[in-house]
């Protein structure tokens, strides 16, 4: 059995340290205690003896199963269920890694099965156990201590993704070309999967706090739940603003790649057109002296006084009228 770590709570103590899912269940009934067990990966059969003793919903089961779950939080009864993505930056690599909690909650339990290595629930768990006077308010606590952990967890997200956007930002007016456009895109994919994380929060907590009195919700926990819901907000804000810039500079990475491409098309065009003007003058003399090179016999130049002069001074005439007309036109 894949658990990380199973306990049973009274009045926020932790009182025994079962060694299996079944003696879990007997300290349960002989304390009257909440109990919270971690699982990591389970397989169906794992998964189905929680179910069957805590009456989880077949589907909640299903989609703690199957993984790859947006986040979301759904109600059966008077249980809940949530899916969470965490998420960590992974700077080596500068990209962000997703992971994903499910969390069972009920009247005197909490399940939480992960699929990946964040969270580290160990640390919440351990901070709760010091903080027995929140932890006694039950279930919903740990809901709450969960929240705070993976919301906690996406400031260094926010930081490593505006980090590499100020990069890019700085890369905008340098190189550039094909691979900032590149960078650009697969930095906004990732923001938009980071939104895909955490603007879901910001529903699953204002409808937590919407039932907190219904379901006697305490309102310490009311008040955390908000301070959570608070900074839920500050980071939508901040990936909204960040997707923008990103919008933006893709565009900006556009528009100066389509410039640059422009301006070595003109620069190639001014070569051509100097190339072809130097061609052109040199082709003058090239043409008078193919034409004396024939040496027929009728050409009355040939035995003239004047006819080399005059052949010199038709070339430098030719080249010099090309010259000129080739400057007044700003070929050369």
């Known amino acids: 059995m894949p658990i990380i770590d199973s306990a049973v709570y009274v009045?926020?103590?932790?009182?025994?340290?079962?060694?299996?899912?079944?003696?879990?269940?007997?300290?349960?009934?002989?304390?009257?205690?909440?109990?919270?067990?971690?699982?990591?990966?389970?397989?169906?059969?794992?998964?189905?003896?929680?179910a069957a003793?805590?009456?989880?919903?077949?589907?909640?089961?299903?989609?703690a199963l199957a993984g790859h779950q947006r986040a979301k939080l759904e109600r059966y009864g008077g249980n809940l269920f949530a899916v969470?993505?965490?998420?960590?930056?992974?700077?080596?690599?500068?990209?962000?890694?997703?992971?994903?909690?499910?969390?069972?909650?009920?009247?005197?339990?909490?399940?939480?099965?992960?699929?990946?290595?964040?969270?580290?629930?160990?640390?919440?768990?351990?901070?709760?156990?010091?903080?027995?006077?929140?932890?006694?308010?039950?279930?919903?606590?740990?809901?709450?201590?969960?929240?705070?952990?993976?919301?906690?967890?996406?400031?260094?997200?926010?930081?490593?993704?505006?980090?590499?956007?100020?990069?890019?930002?700085?890369?905008l007016f340098g190189v550039g070309g094909a691979e900032l456009t590149q960078r650009i895109y697969q930095l906004a994919r990732e923001v938009i999967h980071f939104q895909r994380a955490v603007e879901p929060l910001r529903d699953m907590l204002q409808a937590l706090l919407r039932g907190a009195d219904k379901y006697g919700v305490d309102i310490e926990l009311q008040r955390s739940l908000r301070d959570v819901l608070d900074h839920v907000l500050r980071q939508c804000d901040k990936l909204t603003a960040l997707r923008a810039i990103l919008d933006n500079a893709l565009t900006v990475?556009?528009?100066?790649?389509?410039?640059?491409?422009?301006?070595?098309?003109?620069e190639q065009n001014e070569q051509v057109k100097k190339i072809s003007g130097w061609a052109a003058i040199l082709f003058g003399p090239s043409l008078v002296g193919a034409i004396y090179g024939m040496n027929f016999k009728n050409m009355p130049e040939l035995d003239w006084q004047f006819g080399y002069p005059m052949a010199l001074a038709l070339m430098v005439a030719v080249s010099a009228g090309l010259w000129l007309t080739f400057k007044v036109k700003k070929w050369l």
């Open 253 to 266: 990475n556009a528009t100066l790649v389509t410039q640059r491409q422009t301006e070595t098309s003109l």
């Open 11 to 50: 009045d926020g103590h932790r009182i025994e340290n079962p060694s299996s899912l079944d003696q879990t269940f007997e300290y349960m009934e002989a304390h009257g205690g909440m109990a919270w067990i971690g699982l990591l990966r389970p397989s169906p059969e794992e998964l189905a003896r929680v």
């Open 84 to 171: 969470l993505r965490p998420a960590r930056y992974i700077d080596e690599t500068e990209t962000v890694e997703f992971g994903e909690l499910h969390v069972f909650v009920g009247d005197d339990y909490v399940v939480t099965v992960r699929h990946a290595e964040v969270p580290d629930l160990a640390r919440v768990r351990h901070r709760l156990e010091g903080q027995p006077e929140l932890l006694a308010r039950g279930p919903e606590a740990v809901l709450y201590a969960i929240f705070d952990e993976v919301v906690d967890q996406y400031d260094p997200v926010a930081r490593g993704l505006q980090n590499d956007v100020d990069e890019i930002e700085d890369q």
């Open 53 to 63: 003793e805590f009456s989880l919903h077949p589907l909640a089961v299903e989609d």
